[in-house]
């Protein structure tokens, strides 16, 4: 036998074992990769992440916690899931303007991209909810989402025999409310984005186009301010700002949460990270396409009492709105949105 065919017949015999793992896998109800298969990567000049004492991250917790996103028995009606509003395919976003929850109720804000959770410091539009093992509490009890009960949960998934399998090995502690908020979290931080074009290019493993170069520079500059409020390794302050976008708005914003006027129509400002993948944009979906956007910051908005100083008429041309554009789709990382580890199989 050829040299060649004992290497290609060695290959087929690895692919295969690989199979009969996942098979195996997909046998005992646990439809995700091997054990093996699955590493978290920190990007490349990304921090570690900080995890809380009692949620260090662990594969059995990301095992648990990725088959509960994808579960629909987390809402009330059992046709919703956390996946249903954050796909891969959209960056952990959605592509509509507002989701659908329960009986086909519209959701009250445009589902954001859960990329690089694990870095930010307070989560939802008002920023409310200090830890990520709370967070995952607001879409089960919200009317329009899940319209369940952590409790409600509890009960309906503690008969299953691989939930509990699961949580046992994951928490050493039967499966309940404590074990679902910190098994999504954990699975949650692992969303991680940062290889995109722009990224190579910051490692020199790339370079941008004249038409990107000169986008990055627009959107650096004193002239656009994007920047300020956009800054950072994800693009975000995580400050509270009104953009002008109406004069008079159905959604109070931050003043929700503090009933401090200085708040009013205040929203976190959103990475930029995949935003060419998250249309519409807007905290109501109201701005289908990243023209749409452009358009919008070009004018300087529409005056409010809260817009902040920096939204101010750009005057970009059209050929600087196109390299604008083109520079935040340098913002795409597709070996995010194409892992398969964290879709739904």
Sequence with gaps: MSKFFKILLKAT???YS????ASCNKEQGVSVPNKELFKLVIPIGFPA???PADNAYNYDRWLLGKKLFYDKALSRTSTVSCGSCHQTAFAMADNASLSKGVEG???????????????QPYFTSDGGVPTLEMQVLVPIQEHNEFDFNIIDIQNRLESNNEYQALSN???????DYYVITRALANFERTLLSGNSKYDLAKRKEANLTASEARGFELFTSSRTNCSVCHSGLHFTNYFFENNGLYANYTDIGRKRLTNLDNDLAKFKVPTLRNIALTAPYMHDGSLATLKDVIAHYNTGGI??????NLIKPLQL????M???IAFLETLTDLTFTQNEHLKNQ
């Design 13 to 15: 015999a690895f692919v």
């Design 18 to 21: 690989l199979f009969l793992i």
């Design 49 to 51: 992440i900080n995890y």
């Design 105 to 119: 109720r519209i959701g009250t804000r445009n589902a954001p991209t859960l990329a690089n959770l694990a870095y």
């Design 169 to 175: 090995k994951a928490y050493n502690r039967n499966f």
């Design 303 to 308: 005056p409010h009492q809260s817009k902040s």
């Design 317 to 320: 041309s059209s050929e600087e």
């Design 322 to 324: 196109n390299d604008m």
